[in-house]
């Protein structure tokens, strides 16, 4: 246990179909992250959020929207999606400027 | 551009014996550097961390890793594995305000 909660643990979703990732840490910190964690691949850094304020954007689709309401929760917006986009998806959390990140379990996602 | 390379994508190992997971960065300034590990079907749990002073770190379950600038590598060593270490392992540097991670490097114990 990590203190970054991740749900849903694992996700099938259709390419025409629209679902959410949620990201829940309750650790105090106030910078979030998306990873996409593919086969074979290094993991990719998506998005990057600090007081929830979206600071970085690395040249991600549209098909993939986040949200930041809060320090403490953070979604990933998913819709028509593609096959390739199957990967595990994880959230982090920091304090903002610190670089040790804390890492939820990941949602397995598969599009078919 | 900080980067980091993992030479070795796989290492088995047999059970009890020495390993060495290897590590290279490029970097022209000071570096910040980690070692993750992921468990099967688990997230990325924090290993052990160089941010200054000795060039040894010692982190959880045994494992140490050594900071050596002139060689630019952070090679991470546990000297008696266990079947409870197969796990995929990611060195990362800090550029920036980001983390970059490599590529992984997956430890197979053997029986």
Not at chain 1, 22 to 40: D, F, P, R, V
Not at chain 1, 62 to 80: A, G, I, K, V, Y
Not at chain 2, 64 to 88: C, G
């Amino acid at each position: 246990e990590t203190g970054v909660t991740q749900t849903p643990r694992h996700l099938v979703m259709g390419m025409t179909n629209k679902k959410s990732l949620k990201c829940e840490q309750h650790l105090g910190h106030n910078a979030m992250y998306w990873y996409k964690q593919s086969a074979k691949k290094p993991l990719e850094l998506m998005f990057v959020y600090n007081f929830k304020e979206q600071t970085e954007n690395n040249s991600v689709p549209s098909r993939f929207s986040p949200e930041c309401p809060n320090s403490s929760h953070l979604f990933l917006h998913l819709h028509t999606l593609q096959p390739e986009d199957s990967a595990l998806y994880l959230c982090a959390s920091s304090l903002a400027g610190g670089f040790i990140a804390f890492f939820g379990q990941g949602t397995r996602l598969t599009v078919v | 551009a900080q980067s980091v390379t993992q030479l070795d994508s796989q290492v088995p190992v047999f059970e009890e014996a020495p390993v060495e997971l290897r590590c290279n960065y490029s970097s022209s300034v000071s570096v910040y550097l980690f070692w993750y590990v992921q468990y099967p079907n688990q997230g990325l749990q924090l290993l052990l961390k160089y941010l200054s002073g000795s060039t040894l770190v010692k982190g959880i379950n045994g494992f140490e890793a050594e900071f050596n600038k002139s060689q630019t590598s952070f090679h991470l060593r546990k000297p008696s594995v266990h079947i409870s270490d197969t796990a995929e392992y990611f060195c990362a540097v800090v550029r920036g305000d980001k983390i970059i991670f490599g590529k992984g490097t997956r430890l197979h114990i053997l029986p």
